[in-house]
């Protein structure tokens, strides 16, 4: 008999408390350090998160040596100003910088942070090619401007699957089977919603006119408030939609045989929305003292709601690296890429 | 330097770095090492190949091993004492130390006001100095074209008035080389302003509302401070460097929410430019033996709901969303600086 999936839910066991402080040291001595501290900070966060992430009775873990990250950025500081000079001379150019140097630089990350994360002793790989990365960023892109963004949401679709189908994990492939068209649909959805929307804000608009006192007054207020709500409702819908989307149809390949491992999310429309709206106005009113709070309510929220299911005839997972010479498999992962930052 | 470890061999969940499973080990110290024991054979651990990781409250220890092994321990405080005895140190504990957040918070509010107001101008002003003529000359070069095709017309003042007024301002101000531009615009009324490449444009009704020449040479003189002090590359260096401290700080939680402290920040920054071009103003007029009461006149005249560039003297909250400090803020000023000897 099949043995059925048995669900594991994953666990955000981090504490907003905990968490402020290491946030707030992190950017006091980067701050103090002019910033080199940066990438040392950008350890200890990923560490607490990863660390803080159980699965399965174990946790995740982030290895990467923070002098790498801070060749990284490094490297990617002048980019950064020089495309800012470039953006006051004409747009032109900046487009251009963009497109030629943010696939190289996404790829890079990917590459440098799967590669130092890891479970249960076992690292993630990325394996995507930059000719690929490229051709789906940057030729995607400029397909978007073309059709003055009507190939948006297929440009996300080709970014998420190019993320997901080159992910490995020890011996195991991802594949993303998401359908094309329903995370599409998500967005010519949201776009009907908004109309929607912007009729019933039209009708109250005409309501406040007549029958307010300050009309003037009323109008910005009712339309900057109505504005901020839609277009968090939009992103939020959006959100959770193609989120659920995409890891119902993600699974994990195993080397051999046609059982996989697959993932179940749960994500609801009113709860996000609710999260973004608390951390939104939380963190304006503490003038961003809120947003270690934030960030930790985020995370909780992604693990309680996401849950591989394990399937019990598949093995443990095996390593496939070849020789891991040293204590902290730094010079085995040396040239798996730069962290530059994104 | 170990200290005799009598204690009970500590629980801890062991990954080899080859397979995902884990196994539960007992460790104990042994002549100054670790020792691992397990299903299969003891393993023993000298400390200089183990790194401790840092320690959260919530989450398990870890203890990097030599080739990707590495140990996850719950028990923190059985965990202490073994390290202890071990020599290795025990981490940076995170905990919730008031001290601590307190100083990091106060150093942070420090640096992060210093920057945004003094820091970031100070920058900005500098740089902007720096860039060479040529290349401020390149920003908007179709700026004067574009306001043509809206709201400016061709000007009805004749040749001859228009020279006249140009070659009066080459005596004042030689050094300025400005080229100025008569333009007829029933939208902006009375109206100069100094474009991106180094030129000015003035309206013909306010060569008209002048009741004297003198006044019209100081409206030319305080566009010149713009251009002098290179006020639009320096606002739109301080534009993009406050954007990106305050969207940093409050983070990607939404472009409206980073969008209004920027504003604000802007705008006070860009009185500061109003009041050194009318102070530039002052010394041009005084080192040609006129007197700054010109400009005084000449602002008085200006009528607020005529033009886009003096702000009215509504104390209200709008004042903090003008660009330009009130007139009797700059009336005063230009009081003080005729009055002053150099």
Same mark, same amino acid.
């Given at each position: 008999?099949?043995?059925?999936?048995?669900?594991?839910?994953?666990?955000?066991?981090?504490?907003?408390?905990?968490?402020?402080?290491?946030?707030?040291?992190?950017?006091?001595?980067?701050?103090?350090?002019?910033?080199?501290?940066?990438?040392?900070?950008?350890?200890?966060?990923?560490?607490?998160?990863?660390?803080?992430?159980?699965?399965?009775?174990?946790?995740?873990?982030?290895?990467?040596?923070?002098?790498?990250?801070?060749?990284?950025?490094?490297?990617?500081?002048?980019?950064?100003?020089?495309?800012?000079?470039?953006?006051?001379?004409?747009?032109?150019?900046?487009?251009?910088?963009?497109?030629?140097?943010?696939?190289?630089?996404?790829?890079?990350?990917?590459?440098?942070?799967?590669?130092?994360?890891?479970?249960?002793?076992?690292?993630?790989?990325?394996?995507?090619?930059?000719?690929? /990365?490229?051709?789906?960023?940057?030729?995607?892109?400029?397909?978007?401007?073309?059709?003055?963004?009507?190939?948006?949401?297929?440009?996300?679709?080709?970014?998420?699957?190019?993320?997901?189908?080159?992910?490995?994990?020890?011996?195991?492939?991802?594949?993303?089977?998401?359908?094309?068209?329903?995370?599409?649909?998500?967005?010519?959805?949201?776009?009907?919603?908004?109309?929607?929307?912007?009729?019933?804000?039209?009708?109250?608009?005409?309501?406040?006119?007549?029958?307010?006192?300050?009309?003037?007054?009323?109008?910005?207020?009712?339309?900057?408030?109505?504005?901020?709500?839609?277009?968090?409702?939009?992103?939020?819908?959006?959100?959770?939609?193609?989120?659920?989307?995409?890891?119902?149809?993600?699974?994990?390949?195993?080397?051999?045989?046609?059982?996989?491992?697959?993932?179940?999310?749960?994500?609801?429309?009113?709860?996000?929305?609710?999260?973004?709206?608390?951390?939104?106005?939380?963190?304006?009113?503490?003038?961003?003292?809120?947003?270690?709070?934030?960030?930790?309510?985020?995370?909780?929220?992604?693990?309680?709601?996401?849950?591989?299911?394990?399937?019990?005839?598949? /093995?443990?997972?095996?390593?496939?690296?070849?020789?891991?010479?040293?204590?902290?498999?730094?010079?085995?992962?040396?040239?798996?890429?730069?962290?530059?930052?994104? | 330097?170990?200290?005799?470890?009598?204690?009970?061999?500590?629980?801890?969940?062991?990954? #080899?770095?080859?397979?995902?499973?884990?196994?539960?080990?007992?460790?104990?110290?042994?002549?100054?090492?670790?020792?691992?024991?397990?299903?299969?054979?003891?393993?023993?651990?000298?400390?200089?190949?183990?790194?401790?990781?840092?320690?959260?409250?919530?989450?398990?220890?870890?203890?990097?091993?030599?080739?990707?092994?590495?140990?996850?321990?719950?028990?923190?405080?059985?965990?202490?004492?073994?390290?202890?005895?071990?020599?290795?140190?025990?981490?940076?504990?995170?905990?919730?130390?008031?001290?601590?957040?307190?100083?990091?918070?106060?150093?942070?509010?420090?640096?992060?006001?210093?920057?945004?107001?003094?820091?970031?101008?100070?920058?900005?002003?500098?740089?902007? @100095?720096?860039?060479?003529?040529?290349?401020?000359?390149? @920003?908007?070069?179709?700026?004067?074209?574009?306001?043509?095709?809206?709201?400016?017309?061709?000007?009805?003042?004749?040749?001859?008035?228009?020279?006249?007024?140009?070659?009066?301002?080459?005596?004042?101000?030689? #050094?300025?080389?400005?080229?100025?531009?008569?333009?007829?615009?029933?939208?902006?009324?009375?109206?100069?302003?100094? %474009?991106?490449?180094?030129?000015?444009?003035?309206?013909?009704?306010?060569?008209? @509302?002048?009741?004297? #020449?003198?006044?019209?040479?100081?409206?030319?003189?305080?566009?010149?401070?713009?251009?002098?002090?290179?006020?639009? %590359?320096?606002?739109?260096?301080?534009?993009?460097?406050?954007?990106?401290?305050?969207?940093?700080?409050?983070?990607?939680?939404?472009?409206?929410?980073?969008?209004?402290?920027?504003?604000?920040?802007?705008?006070?920054?860009?009185?500061?430019?109003?009041?050194?071009?009318?102070?530039?103003?002052?010394?041009?007029?005084?080192?040609?033996?006129?007197?700054?009461?010109?400009?005084?006149?000449?602002?008085?005249?200006?009528?607020?709901?005529?033009?886009?560039?003096?702000?009215?003297?509504?104390?209200?909250?709008?004042?903090?969303? #003008?660009?330009?400090?009130?007139?009797?803020?700059?009336?005063?000023? @230009?009081?003080?600086?005729?009055?002053?000897?150099?």
């Amino acid at each position: 008999m099949q043995k059925t999936p048995a669900p594991r839910p994953f666990c955000f066991t981090g504490s907003g408390s905990e968490y402020c402080q290491l946030w707030l040291t992190n950017i006091a001595l980067s701050l103090l350090t002019m910033g080199i501290y940066s990438a040392w900070a950008k350890v200890r966060r990923l560490k607490y998160f990863y660390n803080n992430t159980r699965l399965d009775g174990a946790v995740f873990d982030y290895h990467a040596r923070p002098i790498d990250i801070l060749r990284g950025r490094a490297l990617a500081m002048p980019m950064l100003v020089l495309a800012g000079l470039a953006d006051l001379m004409s747009p032109f150019f900046s487009i251009a910088i963009f497109l030629a140097v943010v696939p190289w630089m996404a790829v890079e990350s990917l590459r440098f942070n799967a590669a130092h994360t890891t479970y249960r002793g076992l690292r993630f790989r990325f394996v995507g090619s930059m000719g690929e /990365g490229y051709r789906v960023m940057s030729l995607g892109f400029l397909g978007v401007l073309l059709s003055v963004g009507i190939l948006y949401p297929r440009w996300r679709y080709r970014m998420t699957c190019f993320v997901y189908n080159n992910l490995r994990y020890a011996d195991y492939e991802f594949e993303c089977q998401s359908p094309l068209r329903a995370f599409v649909g998500t967005y010519y959805l949201c776009s009907a919603w908004m109309m929607l929307g912007l009729l019933v804000g039209a009708l109250i608009s005409v309501a406040l006119g007549v029958f307010s006192a300050q009309p003037d007054v009323a109008l910005v207020s009712f339309w900057g408030v109505f504005y901020g709500l839609g277009v968090m409702g939009a992103a939020s819908f959006i959100a959770v939609r193609n989120r659920n989307l995409l890891f119902s149809h993600l699974c994990m390949v195993p080397p051999m045989g046609d059982d996989r491992h697959r993932f179940l999310s749960a994500y609801e429309l009113g709860s996000y929305f609710r999260l973004k709206l608390v951390n939104l106005l939380s963190i304006v009113l503490t003038l961003g003292l809120f947003r270690p709070f934030a960030a930790v309510r985020n995370a909780r929220y992604q693990a309680e709601n996401t849950a591989w299911l394990l399937h019990l005839n598949l /093995g443990y997972a095996r390593s496939v690296d070849s020789d891991m010479t040293s204590a902290f498999g730094a010079e085995a992962t040396d040239g798996a890429g730069w962290d530059v930052g994104l | 330097m170990s200290e005799t470890y009598t204690a009970l061999p500590v629980a801890a969940l062991f990954f #080899d770095g080859r397979v995902s499973a884990g196994q539960t080990v007992w460790l104990s110290v042994e002549a100054g090492a670790l020792r691992l024991e397990g299903t299969g054979e003891a393993q023993v651990l000298t400390p200089d190949v183990l790194r401790v990781g840092e320690r959260f409250c919530t989450a398990p220890w870890v203890i990097d091993c030599p080739d990707g092994a590495r140990l996850e321990l719950a028990d923190h405080a059985a965990a202490e004492h073994l390290l202890a005895a071990l020599g290795l140190g025990a981490g940076r504990g995170v905990g919730a130390r008031p001290v601590v957040v307190v100083a990091a918070l106060l150093l942070v509010s420090l640096i992060t006001v210093w920057a945004l107001t003094s820091g970031v101008p100070w920058v900005a002003r500098e740089v902007a @100095l720096v860039v060479p003529a040529r290349a401020t000359q390149a @920003l908007g070069p179709g700026v004067l074209e574009a306001l043509d095709r809206s709201v400016l017309q061709p000007t009805t003042l004749d040749e001859a008035h228009q020279q006249a007024l140009r070659d009066r301002y080459a005596q004042l101000d030689p #050094d300025a080389r400005l080229v100025i531009y008569f333009r007829h615009s029933p939208r902006l009324g009375a109206n100069a302003m100094a %474009l991106p490449d180094g030129s000015v444009v003035v309206t013909d009704a306010l060569v008209r @509302l002048a009741g004297h #020449d003198d006044e019209i040479m100081a409206v030319i003189a305080h566009e010149a401070g713009h251009i002098a002090h290179r006020h639009h %590359l320096r606002a739109l260096i301080q534009g993009s460097l406050t954007a990106t401290l305050v969207t940093l700080w409050l983070g990607d939680v939404s472009a409206l929410a980073a969008a209004v402290p920027s504003v604000l920040l802007t705008q006070r920054h860009s009185r500061e430019a109003e009041h050194e071009a009318d102070l530039h103003a002052a010394h041009v007029l005084k080192a040609a033996g006129l007197s700054p009461e010109s400009l005084a006149a000449m602002l008085s005249r200006i009528e607020p709901k005529d033009t886009l560039d003096l702000a009215t003297d509504d104390p209200t909250f709008t004042r903090y969303l #003008d660009s330009h400090p009130g007139l009797s803020q700059r009336l005063e000023r @230009l009081q003080r600086a005729a009055a002053a000897p150099h």
